[in-house]
């Protein structure tokens, strides 16, 4: 009896991951998975003609931040839009879980991007169970955030940990992952995170090394002297044995630091055994917290519920601070980089109009809005995202989520994926269609452990981007950043068809995907 297949692709020209060079061939899924490939034309319930297009396997987000919005949006059409079918949450620290009340208070609007209501969960496993029941359109792949781990044991407290709370620490994850976590993050530039020390990272790697997880981190320093936080990762998986990741690798060479530098870093710890590898977005522009722009102690004393002003009350401590700004963020940062999304104007802009200092404008904005208040970091160049789009162990995330608030939208959100094909591929000839794919699928799955997904073979989960490569663009800006890209025609999550030209289909495809799946 003939075999009849779910979905046929038929007539597309395939680049399938693995950095092949692209052939023409049919695909036949039946049950969520590609059982054919290969000239002939079989029998299917539902057949899509992809003549003239071409057929990637579906775009891994390495990095995305839509841990809540899930909860209230799992549709996650602005992914679908561009690609994405596979994305990976609980980045830089913040995860939904574990969740305590502490963390829960923490873990605001702004940096959550939606202020949603109930939680109706407290660990690891009930939060994944949660986003299993509903309707998603892509697949989740779970991180468990440092923030909640040290929230869950030291409350709000900034002081160094015992040794006992270290191993409760070590338990609270070591549980996530035995739940199916993929490894640890840690947002090392945020409070409370900032307050993490060597040896207690040094504690957590090893129960993410000791469970071939990933340690993927936003790095202290990560808006000024980038190095010195790579350099911490780097030690930490020297000292554990840990794969170490670098969130949304990004240098500003104001103070002299260019991109080279950090990745001759990382080849370095490549070639001590150490496992390195990046993620990146193709803007000259990040979005986040003002929080990275005050030093340690500064932070750590917002964090026991004291303002700016009371802080900085006494002389010498508004003395201190004074120089830190003038040694730390004025050598790598210009203030006309720096863009408050609620002014929608930089800090330098501000100041000149309000006849202020830059830093007394951002102390004020602090003591208004709070350390969360989101902004638009500019200075970085071309040349360094191009050098880290080169480099071959770079892969591509979105740090992207859906906020509730206009104003916080970013493009990346929107065009990420589309926009690393037209600037990488289509306008600088920087990389090849095959390579940039590669970047996007197969890479990412590797650095995951996702053995069935990532590349189209025999075998591998029917995910798949079905693309009009000539008329790929990704038209999103900073002033219109919800624009979806142009091209990216269908979109299949583990055979489901989830976006046909010009509409989106609206069903539960995706699945939340856990790590204890791939051990053997």
Known sequence: MKKVYDLVIKGGQIIDGLK?????????????VIEY?????????????????????????MHSHNDLVL??????????????????????GFSAAPLTPEWKEFFTPDLAGTSVGAWDWETFNEYLEELDSLEL???????????????????HSYDLPSSQDIVRMQIILEQALLEGAFGLTTGLAYPPQHAATFNELVAL?????????????????????????????????KATGAKIHIAHLQVRPRGGLIATDVLTLMDDARQQG???????????????????????????????????????????????????????????FSWEDIILLTKKQSIMTIALLEENLPHEVLLDEISKEGVNQLALYFGKTWDDLQA???????????????????LYLHPRVFNTFPKTIEKFVKQSKLLSLEECIFKMTSLPAQILGLTDRGAIKLGQKADLVLVDYINLTAPASYIKPTIPPEGILYVVVNGHIVKIPEEFI??????VIRKKEYET
């Open 137 to 155: 359109a892509t697949n989740i792949v779970p991180f468990c955030g440092y923030g909640p781990i040290r929230t869950a044991v030291m409350g």
């Open 20 to 32: 092949t060079p692209a052939y023409k061939a049919n695909i036949g899924i039946k049950r969520g």
């Open 388 to 406: 880290i789009a080169k480099w071959p162990y770079s892969v591509v995330g979105t740090d992207g989520v859906f906020h509730e608030n206009p």
């Open 205 to 237: 790697c090893k129960i993410v090394s000791r469970y071939n997880g990933l340690y993927a981190t936003h790095v202290r320093h990560n808006i000024y002297n980038v190095s010195k936080g790579v350099k911490e990762a780097i030690a930490l998986g």
């Open 71 to 92: 909860i209230h949006r799992p549709w996650s059409t602005e992914k679908i839009m561009q690609g994405i079918t596979t994305e990976t949450i609980g980045h830089c």
């Open 274 to 332: 150490i496992w390195c590898s990046c993620d990146q977005y193709p803007y000259l522009a990040g979005l986040g917290p003002l929080s990275p722009l005050l030093p340690d102690w500064l932070l750590s004393l917002l964090g026991q519920g004291k303002n700016v002003v009371d802080c900085l009350a006494n002389a010498t401590a508004k003395q201190v601070f004074e120089d830190w700004v003038n040694q730390t963020i004025s050598k790598y």
């Open 37 to 61: 490939i290969g000239p002939s034309a079989p029998a299917a319930d539902f057949v899509i003609d992809a003549t003239g297009l071409f057929v990637f396997p579906g775009f891994i987000d």
């Open 506 to 511: 609206k069903i539960k495809a995706g699945r």
